[in-house]
């Protein structure tokens, strides 16, 4: 069982097609892995209760947090993240756009954990948030239903010159 997020994503300030789903695993098989097949995101509680559970697994998967989960749930798994070669991506799931826990998480991770790969932004991403994560660390973005991601990638680049510290532009 999956759920397709977005059809479009925002990626290295480009737009992609958007393979990746959400893996919804079917309660009456128990835990399972989705396929090893590319594009499968899981959420992170299933990916730390089936950690071990695939070592000889070819194919990566995004990792799911919602941005009102606990962030230590996630940081204490950030230096098992780094090390491993099966995780594509970190993802914050927003659920609501005001919602600003998600924005710290994605700093710590960076700043005081390391991660230095993908960090995408999924859920209720509006057009005029985007630039604004980021600044915090967000590399990819999937917007809410009904968004226009060309609008999107271009207030990536509405600002030219900011007066706090942030990562790198990335529309480059």
Request: aromatic share 12%; glycine share 8%; charged share 20%.
């Amino acid at each position: 069982m999956s759920e397709h997020i977005s059809n479009k994503l925002i990626r290295n300030g480009q737009l992609e097609d958007n393979p990746w789903r959400l893996y919804q695993p079917d309660p009456a098989s128990g835990l399972a892995l989705p396929p090893d097949t590319p594009g499968w995101m899981i959420e992170l509680s299933l990916w730390k209760a089936l950690f071990h559970a695939q070592p000889e697994r070819k194919c990566s998967v995004g990792i799911v947090m919602p941005s009102d989960g606990d962030c230590n749930d996630l940081l204490l798994e950030a230096e098992a993240l780094r090390a491993r070669e099966d995780v594509a991506f970190i993802a914050i799931h927003f659920l609501q756009y005001g919602d600003g826990r998600g924005y710290s998480l994605a700093w710590m991770l960076r700043q005081e954990y390391g991660w230095r790969g993908e960090l995408r932004a999924v859920g209720d991403v509006l057009i005029d948030t985007v630039h604004y994560l980021a600044r915090c660390g967000f590399t990819s973005f999937v917007l809410k239903q009904g968004h226009d991601p060309e609008l999107a990638l271009e207030s990536l680049r509405a600002f030219s010159f900011h007066y706090q510290p942030g990562y790198p532009d990335p529309v480059t």
